[in-house]
């Protein structure tokens, strides 16, 4: 696993699809943290609903580099699609560690203080909306969606639901983040939610895939 892991960091560094997304995530930390007075929590909640946005470009770019005859000869040295979509799950939420780790240490940084509570919450809510992107983007890559028009617009619509239907997923942990309301209840169901969402969306995505390969 973790040599399919490297393979897949190396495979999307060389096709540089991820450049858009982390410039996008880049500029949006710039302006967001040039206040070193604004409170954290409420930050954390506009780059956590980023982060969601960019894991879900990532896994999509990802899953969809290799044309099929490459992800045959992908599947032959993984043995199983469940270990390949695993692999690709993995390389797209060691992405988003980092990016949380560049966040949350841009924020201590430029506010020249750590507060161990706020970024300890800043980390779980970009956990829970990073997982939660993988989760919309599997079934909405190649793997089931053969056409990239059809790909980004399924793509678009469920994040718009995701990030502004009040559905008890992220919205109400962004809501309380931004709005600085309690932060408790919304993160413990987001994290619960987003971790349920991803293994339904693993385990109906490989039985698809497996059934059609």
């Known amino acids: 696993m973790l040599a399919l892991t490297r393979y897949y960091l190396a495979l999307l560094g060389h096709s540089q699809r991820y450049l858009p997304a982390l410039l996008a995530y880049l500029a949006l930390c710039v302006i967001l943290y040039a206040d070193p007075h604004s409170p954290p929590l409420p930050l ?6 980023g982060l969601l946005v960019v894991s879900c470009w990532l896994t999509i770019a990802l899953l969809d580099i290799e044309d099929p005859v490459q992800r045959l000869v992908t599947l032959s040295h993984a043995r199983q699609w469940r270990r390949m979509i695993t692999g690709a799950i993995l390389t797209v ?5 980092v990016l949380t780790a560049i966040t949350e240490g841009w ?42 028009g059809w790909t980004v617009l399924a793509a678009v619509i469920t994040l718009v639901v995701v990030l502004l239907a009040k559905i008890p997923l992220v919205h109400p942990l962004l809501h309380a983040l931004t709005d600085e309301e309690p932060v408790g209840g919304p993160l413990v169901v987001a994290l619960v939610t987003a971790v349920a969402m991803l293994a339904a969306s693993f385990f109906v995505v490989s039985e698809l895939v497996r059934r059609r390969s």
């Open 44 to 49: 954390f909640g506009v780059s956590a609903g």
């Open 107 to 148: 924020s201590a940084l430029k506010s020249l203080r750590i507060q161990p509570s706020a970024l300890g919450i800043g980390f779980l809510a970009h956990l829970a909306c990073a997982v939660l992107g993988i989760a919309i983007a599997l079934p909405c890559s190649r793997l089931l969606v053969h056409r990239i």
């Open 93 to 97: 939420l060691a992405c988003s560690l």
